[in-house]
């Protein structure tokens, strides 16, 4: 099937190799004339035919960016390599090769139509990103697994299909079980597929393939989810009030906290902790309430800011365009009366005219536009101003019910404290009646320990909170001077580009005017 | 609640004394009134011939003057049911309460003219008005609103003047007679718009009063034409949104405030005295437009319609004048006062002051005081204010209401006497008598016609004048109904010698609008299409003399403008049309949409082919920030190299700005592959423009044979019109009717005639019924023979015939003229073909005797009469 190494040399894509291509499969006639005399850069080519050139090895196309369509049929290749920055990729030949793996295709997102045909692939795979495709010849390979087949209902745009020569076609229900796997199929090995005939392998294979369907929107659902988790997590944490709708925070307090576990062993302390943790969970969800309001009051600002930001730049535009449109009508007229002119003394004063005009035209628009980055700048601060009041608001507010929860935690402290000095006196008369673990009882040697463990599992309590509190404070803050920042930079390179603009364009019509007149000398 | 009182004792006290007064009473009033008698009597007396010779002698001098009067010898009253010709016992009794009450009213207002309530109807019996109101609801789904309705009446029926503009009529005819002779005065237009609304619904009532001159007239000329009214336009209240919160400030405004106070003041003043101007000019106009005063005004009679708010979701009160059917306001400067008003229930008097015609006029008909009703029916009209000080005699007002209730069931008003009123569906299509209505409007005139009287579609015509006097016409509007070409209207303006056709959807072209000077081509005209009935998505073509604009939308190549300048025709010797010799392009303009899938610098927005100059210059569509776009500029000119070598591209004929400059335009190549392009896309345009013209003189050709044969369409669904659905109705008819036919003769006994013979009654014997079939069969063998031998007969008879001519023809062969010669072959090929016929028959005949001898044989053994009878003989 594939040719030997023997019978020819094997030859390697180089530069001759590829401008020989190009040249040839590039524009003929006229256009080729011109095509010769300019000479043809690589990033220009969208299609490309090396085929029969017994090329051993994918290589040196990386300068093809733009290319669509890539014909490597007819050689000896043995691995799909080199691809990687064919991303415009749609046409994709490789039959008649000697490739024994499906690999390096991975960045071809946007390919449509692969052929493998006449190859040595024994199973179809690493195929995931190519959503797009919608034509795939397998034929003549070495695919012998049936079930290999399930891996291409992944494709949702795959409608032709080819397969014949595979050992898996002389599977007696081969042709079924394809019609059954995949019903948006139109076209197996070259043929078209008879409706009748999918209805009846539907039938047929009806029982596993609900089974299939059924794992398969069970997956959906759960990728689904985990999504939307994601994104309310995501939501939060703009509002950087994440992990506070719950107990999160409590937990991560006694999770480092091994004085704090053991403690509660204590009679009573128990009852302590839940009547502690009940108060705690509430005060955070109410930072998490307050912080998603403040995240929707600073959206809805953000918001307003950008869409009058908008029409200004819009409504200047509008203004800018017809001022141009205006200039051009008679900048036309003008040039047409010059071109018709003969007198040259009236040609050089209505060249004077003309370039006063443009010069005019150019004062209007930075006009304009100083106008504009004027009133822009105004509101930016305005709105700068406003922004940071919001965020100092929400800090305020959220070291306020910070302070809450550590004056929460210095009154249990207290309790603690009070509850483990009562013990301790009970130990040391002898008058404890419950059973405590041995780890527990080692702290009640004296009132130095109990007390030391005590402020240990306080001072980590604290700890935790403040940390926290700084986490919110910094996010926020970045937030805030990232966003002002961004504003500032966006509105300044916005205004460099007007500014350019302009001014490329008034020196366009100059240079026009110029090249008139000196047309206009020589003649 | 005292004058309630008062009255109602004193209807009780008339109406003990009723009965014994009645006989008498009636014979005062014939000698009161001599000229309208009362009469109770359902046949025609001599004396009341009599009376009704007089009468109509009475009636007919003042209708001299106006020929269109409906008389009463007019009416065929023979065919009349007999509640037109007698009163029931109820109807009796009612006038009797009508006649009680008017001598009340008169006794209490002699200053005020006596009331309309029981004029005669067409067969001279007095009908009291309510009863000749009768509430139907009619079967077209348009009578059901008040407005249509009023619509009809006033186009179906023709306006006949009172014979006495100051006094009511004194016939009052059904509305049944009236729809029939489709004539009638204000009082019949009143009565059978009044059933109609009240039959669909409405709370509607005649009023008996008086109007102005033009009202009584059914004068329109110093109205404004309804039709030539242009709909208000809803003056959109923007709502100005406030300004955002981060909405940028104007720049500062440097100029002088008070400069433009000044200019401000200036601009008004000015405004002010043009405004003064104008209001003297419309005095003038006014004064000039002013009726010459009438000498009976607030004398007239008029009778109309009144609608109450509350039923059928009407708002508000208003009048509807039946013999032009608009609607007034109730405040209205036409309707000078009001009389009384009834409906099909009750009867009311007003008894408000009409100073101030009927401005001030309140329509509670529950107030006593405001209204005096006849019968105390159980209406719904209590007064509408019921006072604190009423508390105290709550009581006794209770009582008294049940004694009402009492009399209620004996006073209730009798079911009218009238037939259903009946319009048939061609009448109704018809509407106006003849079909053809024409109307005098203030400086118009409308003609309206009925579908299909009129055999290019014509429906309605507005002629609008300049003058008052109607003779320079300013414009003409005509719409067209059922046109095969779908005109729906024909605007002329008669000035600026503009048409206007306005088409329906599914003209063959998809034209919607086509306004236009003159129907020669290359000349000023707009046409505008259906855009989502045509292909290439066109929806206005405008012509000039020298240009050709055309706008599309929603075609796949963006396009949505072209714009043709023409240059003048190179002459040609030979003949020059549009379509030979078409005139040559100077230049075409095209704009683009945007398309979206492409990048702005790509996307082109304009393009311009210079064709004489051989230039193309694009102008591309502008990105999202920036306000100058990318320029292109072609020069086509092929040229030639110093070495005689075609030069194919060079830099300096494409100039090009490019907003943000890009590597690939620069080359030769894409220049070279973009002209190469544009080339092509110049020839689609051309042609495309050259096809645009095409396509005018097609559309106008075929205009122009529209115009001409104004062929009209007829929905399947019309039974009557359509000639292809009557055809097969009759055809299916005439099946129907022959399958009857054969049935009757399958069922032709034979046994009758000889069943006859036997005496009748009795049962047939065995005897009997063995002979009348050996009668029937013989019979019928009998009549087999003589056909036979009369076919025989006639045979031998032409072979005869033919003999003898042959004979003859031998005798005179030699002597005979050619002419003569035919003759006698056609003679004798004509007489062969007979007897061969004959022959045939003859034959026929023979075979087919036996059989139907056979066929009645049998049907004679099975004949019920016959069967057991012969059965057993058998």
Known sequence: ?523 | MEVLKEKVEEEEAAEREEAAERAERAKMEKMMRPGEPRRDESFMTQEMLRDLEKKVSEIVIPSVEEPLILTQDLIDTSNLPPSYKSNSTKEEHLLQVADNYSHQYSHLCPDRVPLFLYPLNECNVPKFVSTTIRPTLMPYPELYNWDTCAQFVSDFLTMVLLPDPLKPPSHLYSSTTVLRYQKGNSFDFSMLLCSMLIGAGYDAYCVNGYGSQDLCHMDLSREVCPLTMKPKEIIKSEEKQPPKKYAIKPPRDLNSKFEQDQELKKQLQLKAEEEKRRREEEEKLLEEEKEKPDPLHGLRVHCWVLVLSGKREVPESFFIDPLTGRSYPTQDDHFLGIESLWNHRNYWINMQDCWNCCKDLIFDLGDPVKWEYMLPGPEKHRLALSEEDDETLNDEDDVEDLEKEDEEKSFDMPSSWVMQIQISPEAFETRCPNGKKVIQYKKAQVEKWAPYLNNNGLMCRLTTYQDLECTKILEIKEWYQNREDMLELKHMNKTTGLCIDYFKPGHPQALRVHSYKSMQPEMDRVMEFYESARVDGLIKREETPKTMTEYYTGRSDFLSYRHINFGPRVKKPTQCTAESNPRPIVKITECFHRNPEKSADEDVAERVFLINEERIQLRYHCREDHITTSKREFLRRTEVDSKGNKVIMTPDMCISFEVEPMEHTKKLLYQYETMMQLKAAEKVSRHQAWESELEVLEILKLREEEDEEHALTISIYDTKRNEKSREYREAMERVLHEEHLRQVETQLDYLAPFLAQLPPGEKLTRWQAIRLKDECLSDFKQRLIDKANLIQARFEKETQELQKKQQWYQENQVTLTPEDEDLYLSYCSQAMFRIRILEQRLNRHKELAPLKYLALEEKLYKDPRLMDLVKVYA
């Not at chain 1, 046409?91 to 499906?102: G, R, V, Y």
């Not at chain 1, 402290?413 to 419950?434: A, M, R």
Request: aromatic share 6%.
């Open chain 1, 1 to 523: 099937m594939s040719r030997m190494y023997d019978l020819m040399e094997p030859k390697v894509i180089d530069d001759d190799m590829l401008k020989l291509a190009v040249m040839e499969q590039g524009p003929q006639e006229e256009a080729g004339q011109l095509a010769k005399q300019e000479g043809i850069l690589f990033k220009d080519v969208l299609s490309l035919q090396l085929d029969f050139q017994n090329i051993l090895r994918i290589d040196n196309l990386w300068q093809f960016e733009n290319l669509q369509k890539l014909q490597l049929n007819n050689n000896i290749i043995e691995r799909i390599e080199g691809l990687e920055n064919l991303i415009h990729l749609i046409w994709l030949d490789l039959s008649f090769n000697n490739i024994e793996t499906i690999e390096g295709l991975d960045t071809l997102v946007n390919l449509e139509d692969l052929s493998l045909f006449n190859n040595r692939i024994s199973r179809i795979d690493s195929l995931d990103s190519l959503v797009k495709l919608q034509v795939l010849s397998l034929g003549n390979n070495q695919i012998s697994n049936l079930m290999n087949l399930i891996y291409l209902r992944r494709f949702k745009c795959l409608r032709t299909l080819s397969l014949s020569g595979n050992p898996i076609t002389e599977a007696e229900e081969y042709k079924m079980f394809i019609h059954a796997y995949l019903p948006d199929l139109v076209y197996l090995d070259f043929r078209r597929i008879d409706e009748q005939v999918k209805e009846l392998a539907k039938i047929k294979h009806q029982f596993s393939i609900d089974e299939l369907k059924h794992r398969e929107n069970v997956m959906e659902l759960r990728a689904e989810e985990e999504k939307a988790k994601k994104d309310m997590l995501e939501e939060h944490k703009l509002a950087f009030i994440e992990y506070l709708n719950g107990s999160f925070l409590f937990d991560s307090m006694y999770a480092d906290d091994t004085e704090g576990n053991k403690l509660s062993y204590l009679p009573g302390v128990n009852e302590l902790l839940e009547v502690y943790k009940d108060k705690f969970v509430i005060i955070c969800l109410n930072i998490f309430e307050y912080g998603l309001k403040q995240q929707e009051k600073r959206k809805i600002e953000l918001d307003t800011f950008n869409e009058c930001m908008l029409e200004a730049i819009h409504e200047n535009q509008e203004q800018g365009k017809f001022k141009i449109a205006k200039f051009e009508e008679k900048h036309m007229l003008n040039l047409s009366a010059i071109r018709e002119e003969t007198d040259l003394p009236t040609i050089e004063k209505k060249i004077v005219e003309c370039s006063e005009d443009i010069n005019e035209l150019f004062n209007v628009l930075m006009t304009l536009e100083m106008q504009l980055v004027e009133q822009l700048e105004e509101t930016i601060n305005i709105f700068e101003r406003n922004i940071i009041d919001l965020v100092g608001i929400f800090i305020e507010n959220v070291q306020g019910l910070m302070a809450q929860c550590r004056d929460l935690e210095n009154h249990h402290h207290e309790k603690l404290l009070e509850i483990s000095i009562n013990t301790l006196e009970k130990i040391l008369k002898g008058e404890l009646d419950e059973d405590l673990p041995d780890s527990v009882r080692a702290l009640f040697v004296d009132k130095d320990t109990i007390v030391n463990a005590v402020g240990a599992s306080h001072d980590i309590h604290l700890l935790k909170i403040d940390n926290r509190e700084d986490e919110l404070v910094t996010g926020i803050n970045t937030w805030c001077t990232h966003l002002v920042d961004k504003i500032h930079r966006d509105e300044i390179t916005r205004n460099r580009k007007r500014v350019k603009e302009i001014n490329q364009y008034t020196d366009h019509m100059q240079s026009e005017l110029d090249n008139l007149e000196f047309g206009d000398i020589i003649d």
